[in-house]
Every structure is written in C-alpha cells, then in structure tokens.
C-alpha cells in the first residue's frame, strides 16, 4: 500500500469553498496513494472563515470552526469516494450537542474510507495549552479501525509520546498508528516525532506523522508551526536501518509518500533481530 503524510500549512479563506478547492487539490495531490494523513489541529484554518475577530479568539475560534463539521464531514466523504482512498482528516474541536451549561469541545481526527465515514478518534491526553488556555478536553478511550489497508489506529500528537497508548493499540492488533500533530517548536516537534519512532520500535508497526507547517499572523492557536511529515517503521531488519522510511524537509509544505508491506509488520513481530512486541511483558515489573 501507499501511504502519504501532508506537511500541511494553514491559509486564510474567504468562503467555505476555498477551503473545499485546498482540500480537493490536496487530495488529487495524493491520489496514487491508498491512505492519506492530514495534522492535528488542521481545520482550525476555517476560523478565518468568522472575520479577524474571530479568528484571533481563542474560544471564539473553536465554535467557527466546530461550526463548519458537518460540511467537512461532506467534502471527506465525497473526496475518499471520488478518488478512492482512506482520509485521516486533520483534526479540530468537536462539541457534544448534548451537553448543556458550557461545553468544552474535544480535539477529534475523523477517518473516510472509499465508502464512507469510518469512525473518529479523540485526543487522550491533553498539552498545557489545551489544558490551561484552550480548555480543550480529553475523551479517554481508544479505537480501533478495521480496513481493506489493515487494522489502523490513532495517536493525536500529544498522545505518540505515551507508551502505553501505543501498546494498547498494538495489542488490539494495530498495523499502522496515524499521529496527526500540531507543534510551535523544534523540540516539540522533535518530542512527537521521537515518540512515534518509539512506538515503531516497540510495537513494531507502520506510524505515520502528519505535522502543520508555517507561520500565522491572525490566530494565537497556530500562531506558529514547526514540523516535518514522516512515516517510520522499526528498524529490526525487515525495514529500513534508520527506521525513517520516508521523511520530508523540516517545515516543507506538501506530501511526503511512501510504499509500504504491511506483511513485514507481521514478519517482524514474528522473526526480527529483536522482538519487543513480543518481550514487552517482560519490561513490567521485573526491576
């Protein structure tokens, strides 16, 4: 299978279809591939959409871009379908229509398959930002997608840097671990890309990193973007010595692509040099 990850850059927009033109020629883009990956935090580009006040409010921000879900939740659909592929949409606020008072939204990435929506996954574990400016909520549990591509799964930037969320979805017999991410800094996109060559390692398994890139002057959210797409792998033999399968230029717009086997998942967590998948257990509680 082929897999591609945007390093995606934010612009300003003036109607709802701009933001439909960008997402379709995105995915055209990347239409040789079978899965495609877009950032965590993505769809906040469409707070432009409520005017400069809005868009450099961070609470106000939220609820424009919230408001526009069902909408992108159509043009996913109509895309995967049209051209035949998976989409991890880029990730943004989702609010519980039920809940009353003063909801507090959660930070969900949405996955599109050829014949529709699959399902969506929000974030675990919140940044001090989400938590202490953002008021953004974490909504634990994790899912696990079954598709034509194999068993994916989902680790929302913050949540590649935990080890026992990836071994979670290892266990459930996850192939490929998407991690969305949106980081203001080197280190901190150095942070979420360690983690997930991490969870490459240990769990040895696909994990593809879809990072936002550039700079913006009209939101305080993502004001700043600092990043690299890449897709990883362990490096046990089976894969490349690096671990880096493919990776693009630091802070480089556009996709960065890849082929992959995901029978050398299961070759390698059956026969490579090492076997962490296998030995985890014996990591716990022996020292």
Not at 99 to 121: C, D, E
Request: negative net charge; glycine residues 10%; charged residues 20%.
């Amino acid at each position: 299978m082929r897999i591609a990850a945007a390093a995606y850059p934010f612009d300003w927009l003036d109607s709802f279809d701009a933001y439909r033109a960008k997402i379709g020629a995105w995915v055209a883009g990347a239409a040789d591939c079978d899965l495609l990956v877009f950032p965590e935090y993505g769809a906040m580009e469409l707070a432009s959409l409520g005017g400069p006040a809005i868009a450099g409010d961070l609470e106000a921000s939220l609820h424009e871009v919230a408001r526009h879900e069902a909408a992108r939740d159509a043009l996913h659909t109509e895309l995967a379908a049209a051209h035949g592929v998976h989409i991890l949409a880029a990730s943004g606020p989702h609010f519980d229509a039920t809940q009353s008072g003063n909801p507090r939204p959660v930070n969900r990435a949405v996955l599109y398959g050829p014949k529709g929506r699959i399902g969506h996954q929000d974030k675990q574990i919140m940044t001090r930002f989400e938590r202490e400016d953002w008021n953004v909520a974490p909504t634990p549990g994790l899912r696990v997608f079954d598709t034509s591509l194999g068993r994916l799964g989902v680790l929302i930037c913050y949540d590649a840097e935990f080890p026992l969320l990836g071994r979670t979805l290892a266990e459930a017999g996850v192939e490929i671990i998407l991690v969305p991410s949106c980081t203001d800094t080197v280190a901190g996109y150095n942070r979420v890309r360690i983690g997930a060559m991490a969870r490459a390692l240990e769990s040895q398994c696909v994990v593809v990193q879809s990072p936002t890139v550039g700079n913006v002057d009209w939101s305080p959210a993502i004001d700043e973007n600092r990043g690299a797409a890449g897709i990883y792998a362990p490096p046990d033999g089976f894969w490349p010595e690096s671990g880096v399968v493919a990776e693009g230029g630091m802070d480089a717009p556009g996709w960065v692509k890849a082929e992959v086997d995901l029978d050398l998942v299961a070759e390698s967590r059956r026969n490579g040099r090492v076997l962490p998948f296998l030995h985890w257990a014996e990591s716990a509680g022996q020292h």
